[in-house]
């Protein structure tokens, strides 16, 4: 099994920065891919972004392309999603997530393992 746990969600206003980051703890070795999710009410999860461990790789939505960039460390098992520009749209609940694919990244069923995940509320 496979535990996540991120941090650094929280109320900023528009046009402004926040940095998510998602540490991961138990079978580790497992994981190929590690990636964000959001959700809103009423909504389907939405892909955010994806970082594959073995290569570095980077895959992201199409809604937030250019404005965030994800990052891993594979030495402290954590991800991270730095956050700017953001917009009231990108208010949302943002879940951390884990995989043993490298495949459809974009879809939540690629993705073994879910963080709890955090809240982010942008204000215009």
């Known amino acids: 099994q496979v535990q996540l746990v991120e941090s650094g969600g929280g109320l900023v206003q528009a046009g402004g920065s926040l940095r998510l980051s998602c540490a991961a703890s138990?079978?580790?070795?497992?994981?190929?891919?590690m990636g964000w999710f959001r959700q809103v009410p009423g909504k389907e999860r939405e892909f955010v972004a994806a970082?594959?461990?073995?290569?570095?790789?980077?895959y992201y939505g199409d809604s937030i392309k250019g404005r965030f960039t994800i990052s891993g460390d594979n030495a402290k098992n954590t991800v991270y999603l730095q956050m700017n520009s953001l917009e009231p749209d990108d208010t949302a609940v943002y879940y951390c997530?884990?995989?043993?694919?490298?495949?459809?990244?974009?879809?939540?069923?690629?993705?073994?393992?879910w963080g709890q995940g955090t809240q982010v509320t942008v204000s215009s």
């Open positions: 997530t884990a995989g043993i694919t490298e495949n459809h990244l974009h879809q939540p069923r690629s993705y073994a393992y």
């Open positions: 138990g079978r580790t070795v497992s994981i190929s891919t």
């Open positions: 970082f594959t461990r073995n290569t570095g790789t980077t």
